[in-house]
């Protein structure tokens, strides 16, 4: 299953929003109010998006500093090479100032591997050069940049190492760890390698960081547990009474471990798929 990129950045932008204007827009930020700064809902401005972007884009009212004018903030997540990216932040631009009648500052976060230009690299951020910052939203997007194949487990004991330090709550922690975790797997030789390393910490940093692994890890374990029940009761009902149309299946993946359990346990008393419908 494919990763939803812009569902998991539009969550830790939303969640970071002046830290991610600290690290990449500082001289924007130095003109706002940061307690100012209000994300639009979604569908006061939906229609103004083009049909396949409905739910990627963020929109942010924000106050100048000591005065009482506003701008907005269009902020999108890119996440694969699109020749057609300027073209459309530019028709959004025109409507969003047509319809709020405010200045918008426009602002890409491009997050795909893949470079717009000739020379390889020249557009992704290395890794090193956020090493030890204080911002927290440097240690999650540390696992985004350029980072050669053999500094995957390093970078990821450095963002997870470096995320302890930080003054954060434990839903920030969590979201971050996590975020770190999706983007940086690690193969077996890496998480031996990663595992060999944790060691030696001091135990003030490498409990935290263990307890993140280890949450992970469970929701991980659990997950699975979950696919493998669905799948196998996807397989008992199409055994037992025929094809499954994909409306019901989809049904079925949206069921709680609960009722995944209670309707396994009915199964060999349903006559139809109509049943299970119902």
């Given amino acids: 299953m494919s990763l939803d990129h812009d569902g998991i950045f539009k969550q830790l932008l939303s969640a970071f929003l002046v830290e991610f204007l600290e690290l990449f827009a500082p001289d924007l930020l130095a003109q706002l109010d940061p307690s100012e700064l209000r994300l639009l809902p979604t ?54 100032y047509d319809h709020y009648d405010l200045v918008v500052c426009p602002v890409v976060l491009c997050s795909y591997p893949s470079p717009r230009r000739a020379a390889a690299h020249s557009h992704r951020l290395h890794w090193r050069d956020y090493l030890g910052h204080t911002n927290p939203l440097a240690a999650a997007l540390m696992a985004r940049m350029r980072i050669a194949r053999r500094e995957r487990w390093q970078v990821k004991a450095a963002a997870l190492k470096q995320m302890v330090g930080l003054t954060l709550n434990a839903e920030q922690r969590r979201m971050l760890a996590a975020f770190i975790s999706i983007y940086l797997p690690l ?5 031996a390698q990663f595992d060999a390393d944790v060691a030696t910490w001091q135990p003030q940093v490498k409990e935290p960081v263990v307890e993140f692994i280890s949450e992970w890890e469970q929701k991980g374990i659990e997950k699975g547990i979950e696919k493998g029940r669905c799948d196998l009761l996807l397989y008992q009902l199409e055994h037992r009474l025929g094809p499954v149309p994909e409306s019901l299946r989809q049904q079925i993946t949206m069921l709680t ?15 139809s798929l109509e049943a299970v419908q119902g």
Avoid: C, W
Avoid at 187 to 191: G, L, M, N, Q, Y
């Fill in 43 to 96: 569908e006061s401005f939906v229609n103004l998006l083009d049909p396949d972007r409905r739910t990627a884009d963020l929109l942010i009212h924000a106050k100048m500093r000591g005065n009482p004018s506003a701008i907005l903030i269009h902020l999108e997540h890119q996440a694969q090479n699109d020749d057609l990216l300027d073209r459309r932040m530019f028709r959004y631009f025109a409507r969003f």
């Fill in 257 to 271: 471990p609960e009722r995944l359990l209670a309707l396994s346990a009915a199964l060999f008393d349903l006559t």
């Fill in 187 to 191: 193969k077996p030789h890496e998480s």
